[in-house]
């Protein structure tokens, strides 16, 4: 045991052996030693050399290491140090003393080359991930922290390792249920560099239940006031989100978003944020960006917006927003989390146009972020955050488009100035002294005009006053004013700055607005401006302003409509063919392209810029650049006779376009139409069962009345023989008594059954009279109603109803005139019995009063029976009438079916000529493509149609 002492610090006699000497001794020992002790002893001390004698104890040991691990499973205590020394050889988180003795570099390369020669065997990744399902804590821990350090090393391969292996991902999940924090730590460590840039590792960590452990550990230790650990889980999340549209929704789906809010309830007192905090929180507002990044796959990012303001995520950003004492860098991250939670969604936008900011008087949220965005004094990060936030706010967003530019019009500026709108503030940043001011502002402008032709028409109206005394000028005359003093103005940053951002603005505002293009001509100043810029040669920096030039030019080339004469579009061409030439002017305007800002900001649409300096281009700009490019380049190079032939071909494709847009328009009124009937058909025939089911119920009620009927009959024959005696007289008048009341009681019934009766009648008559007047409504619009099919059938089912109804009428009036002819039976009856009652009355004076009461009653029954056969008489009459309604319904269906015939034929007629208007609109597309123009494809005009049909309705309004 003396090299031991040696090594372990203790006294020794003779020379002291080397390192190297050291370890191979030691080595050899636990190769050879047969005792358990011995071999934990050697390990032991091969741990206590390895930080020291990295490369000597990595080159010598792995190997007998490796065994150790293999063999000696059963001792913990050995197991605990032969991870420990390999973590040591392998890991490059070296200790102060070391990294002043070795270089940063020589560490990173003997762990990654002591990683590859570990790895080369997978099977020692396996036995790795088996020790690491051990509960004890001397061989789990320093397994999870080895296995951490072979993943930073080299990890895709040792990912695709554990990967392949049975329940690799599995046991290491089975480490965030730890109950020792120190291994649920490490493991969270672990986890992140196992998913790193592996879509499929990610996959399988998120449905073994990742988001809930690590959901749970972040509230457990106190969601953004909590330590590191917080961080490391938020970081996970992160690994396991982005870029990973699985996941995106699996955590959408498991409602999880809603699980996000309480991070961000931050109290009433924001003093004192701690770091962690604020890195925290910082990593958690990315978190949320990760869920709507524009990256995202439209549907995705759209239904997590939804959620987001569903459980009051949005609300809750919001409330940060418009905070006091939130540090820079959280408001910062905060107003381009919002940003991106609002981008395209029209339910948040809508939402994050209401916030108002706690102030007296409330301002708007916008309103109160423009005036950062204006101030010079601002952050530049914060500046930039806020013009990202007010473009995601326009995105595709024309109600608030609308709403900005209103803010700049005549009629609806504030004349007491006792507010500031977003309108003024736009234009106060677009000709302040302030560069960045102007860039940022100009931009801002540009997106409330992006693909809205109607706002760039009304922001024509736009009159500035721009000093006293002096007639207001238009908005495009100020621009084009100040585009021109160029050097003039003595201005605050970059001067190029300012013309970029006015000349991108003006771009933007002229595309695809004719009228805007004509007043932009109409100043004479303008076109020899833009020429002399364009055909001077200047520096660098003035290159990109020539490009710009040249593709505003352009622009009022292409979009002219040839309505002022001394700038219709071939004058235009020859002057650029005089004063600058065609190839100069092309490659003027390939400048911009060119141009290695133009690349950056067409990366991403967020404005991610170093400094003030760099932000020259917008990334919805570039799109705009992208799709003129080459369509101004070949409008340069086109004659005369070309524009006139594709004008032509223009307006016979719109022609065309209008014949099929008025056929699709008429095609969907049709179906609405026959929507319309489908359900009066439904309706109808629920009416009719409801009909049959009360019918049925009626006629069980006549026939228990009949049976009631025929007992009164029966009891009225049998007391009319005892009439005959004296003695049985007063008894008589008795029973005739309760028999007059049962009579009479039998007709308030019969009353009663004859007012329902009446009841069903007009029913049926208010169902024939709908049937009238659907008939009628069939006859006016055959043409649209009845020009398929369905229409058939549906004249057919109504055919069969009136057959059905005609059928219970009949057999209603058959009922009513056997009830007709047994009242008459009763009235016999009656007049029957009243001579009986005037001769027992004439023997038995006593009961003269009772008698006369008697006979009083009798004539007001038959003088109700009367009034009933009258009724029904009448109703006689009425079925009649129903009867020959019927017949007239049944000519007119005949008529009918007829022109249903005739409608068809000519719907024929016409898809044959729309087939042949198709097959000539197609030959003009392809003159058109071997011309050389841009056509658009069916998507582009289905997609247009919307809008055509909304104008067309305004017109037949109007009319």
């Known amino acids: 045991m003396n090299f031991l002492r040696g090594v372990m610090g203790g006294p020794s006699a003779g020379p002291q052996p080397s390192g190297a000497d050291t370890i191979q001794k030691l080595c050899d020992r636990v190769a050879s030693s047969t005792l358990l002790d011995d071999r934990r002893d050697a390990v032991r001390a091969l741990k206590a050399l390895s930080k020291k004698y990295r490369l000597e104890v990595g080159i010598q040991a792995m190997e007998h290491l490796v065994h150790v691990l293999q063999t000696d499973r059963s001792d913990s205590e050995i197991i605990g140090y032969a991870l420990d020394t390999l973590y040591n050889v392998i890991s490059n988180d070296l200790e102060e003393e070391e990294q002043e003795e070795n270089s940063p570099k020589q560490g990173d390369d003997l762990g990654s080359q002591f990683t590859e020669i570990f790895i080369k065997q997978p099977e020692n990744v396996t036995l790795l991930l088996t020790l690491v399902e051990e509960f004890d804590f001397h061989v789990r821990w320093p397994g999870v922290k080895l296995l951490t350090s072979l993943l930073k090393q080299q990890g895709p391969q040792v990912q695709q390792i554990i990967l392949v292996s049975p329940m690799g991902v599995s046991r290491l999940m089975d480490l965030l249920a730890d109950s020792r924090e120190v291994i649920r730590n490490d493991g969270v460590l672990l986890l992140q560099q196992l998913t790193k840039s592996n879509a499929a590792i990610q996959k399988i960590v998120a449905f073994e239940n990742a988001f809930e452990r690590l959901l749970d550990i972040v509230t457990e230790e106190g969601n953004s006031d909590g330590g590191i650990v917080v961080e ?17 929704n699996f955590f959408k789906e498991g409602s999880y978003i809603q699980r996000m809010k309480p991070w961000f309830e931050v109290g009433d007192d924001n003093c004192g944020w701690s770091a962690q905090k604020v890195t925290n929180l910082h990593l958690m507002l990315q978190l949320v960006r990760v869920l709507v990044s524009p990256t995202n796959p439209p549907g995705a990012t759209t239904s997590c917006q939804k959620a987001m303001f569903h459980c009051g995520l ?28 609002i981008r395209g969604c029209q339910m948040n936008q809508d939402y994050f146009a209401s916030v108002n900011a706690p102030s007296n008087p409330p301002r708007p949220a916008i309103v109160v972020l423009l005036m950062s965005m204006v101030n010079e004094r601002q952050p530049f990060v914060l500046r930039c955050a806020v013009l990202y936030c007010f473009q995601c706010f326009l995105y595709k967003n024309h109600k608030g488009q609308g709403e900005i530019v209103s803010t700049l019009l005549p009629s609806t500026i504030d004349a007491t100035g006792s507010s500031v709108s977003a309108g003024q503030l736009l234009c106060g940043g677009l000709f302040s002294t302030d560069s960045l001011s102007n860039w940022c502002a100009a931009v801002a402008l540009a997106h409330a005009l992006q693909e809205n032709a109607a706002l760039k028409e009304q922001l024509l109206r736009v009159q500035l006053a721009t000093s006293i005394g002096n007639p207001p000028v238009s908005l495009l005359q100020q621009c084009t004013n100040i585009l021109s003093q160029g050097d003039k103005i003595d201005r605050r940053g970059s001067k190029v700055q300012t013309r970029v951002g006015l000349l991108m603005l003006l771009c933007t505002w002229l595309s695809n607005c004719s009228i805007a293009v004509t007043h932009f001509l109409h100043n004479p100043a303008n076109v020899p401006f833009l020429t002399g810029q364009i055909a001077e040669n200047l520096g660098e920096e003035e290159q990109l302003v020539q490009g710009l030039c040249a593709l505003l030019l352009g622009i009022s080339i292409y979009y002219n409509d040839n309505s002022l004469e001394n700038y219709r579009k071939e004058k235009l061409k020859q002057l650029i063919e005089k004063r600058i030439g065609r190839e100069n002017f092309v490659e003027k305007l390939g400048f911009i392209s060119k141009h290695e800002l133009y690349s950056r900001a067409a990366q991403k649409p967020q404005p991610g810029f170093s400094s003030p300096e760099h932000m020259m281009f917008d990334h919805e700009f570039t799109k705009l650049v992208k799709e003129l490019e080459g369509v101004i380049s070949k409008a340069i190079y086109k004659s005369s006779e070309e524009d006139k032939k594709e004008e032509e071909v223009k307006k016979t494709l ?61 009891q009225l024959g049998k007391d009319t023989q005892h009439h005959n005696s004296h003695g049985d007289t007063l008894q008589m008048n008795g029973i005739q008594l ?48 009845l020009s398929s099919s369905g229409g058939m059938e549906h004249s057919a089912e109504l055919q069969k109803e009136l057959e059905l109804l005609r059928t219970q009428i009949q057999l209603q009036a058959a009922e009513i005139s056997k009830l007709q002819t047994e009242n008459q039976k009763l009235q016999a009856t009656n007049t029957a019995i009243d001579p009986a009652l005037g001769a027992s009355g004439a023997v038995a004076s006593r009961s003269s009063e009772k008698e006369g009461r008697l006979l009083q009653e009798l004539g007001e029954l038959q003088s109700e029976v009367k009034a009933l056969s009258e009724e029904k008489a ?12 019927v017949a007239i319904l049944q000519d007119e269906k005949s008529k009918l079916q007829q022109e249903v015939a005739e409608a068809k ?32 494809d069916e998507d582009d005009i289905e997609s247009g149609d919307q809008a055509d049909e909304d104008e067309d309705g305004d017109e037949e309004e109007q009319d």
Request: aromatic share 2%; net charge negative.
């Open 874 to 885: 009448s109703l006689q009459q009425q079925l009649d009438s129903s009867s020959s309604t």
């Open 905 to 936: 034929k000519e719907q024929d007629d016409l898809l044959v000529l729309l087939a042949d208007q198709d097959q000539k609109l197609s030959a003009l597309r392809s003159k058109l493509k071997d011309l050389g123009m841009p056509v658009e």
């Open 314 to 341: 949005l609300q809750q950003l919001c409330t940060i927003l418009m905070a006091t004492g939130v540090p820079a860098d959280i408001l910062t991250e905060t107003i381009n989390t919002v940003s991106e939670v």
């Open 232 to 248: 490391d889980c938020l970081l996970l999340l992160q690994n396991l989100l982005k870029n990973n549209n699985s996941n995106q």
């Open 654 to 714: 719109e022609q065309h376009d209008n014949i099929v847009t008025h056929y699709k328009k008429v095609i969907r009124e049709q179906d609405q139409e026959l929507e319309e009937l489908k359900q009066q058909v439904s309706t109808l025939k629920s009416q009719n069962e409801q009909l049959q089911v009360t019918v049925t119920q009626q006629v069980s009620q006549i026939q228990q009345h009949k049976d009631q009927y025929n007992l009164l009959k029966v």
């Open 738 to 785: 309760e028999e007059v009341s049962k009579l009479r009681e039998e007709l308030e019934d019969w009353r009663n059954r004859h007012e329902q009766l009446q009841g069903q009648l007009k029913e049926k008559d208010a169902v024939i009279e709908n049937l009238k007047s659907l008939q009628v409504e069939m006859g006016t619009e055959q043409s649209s109603q």
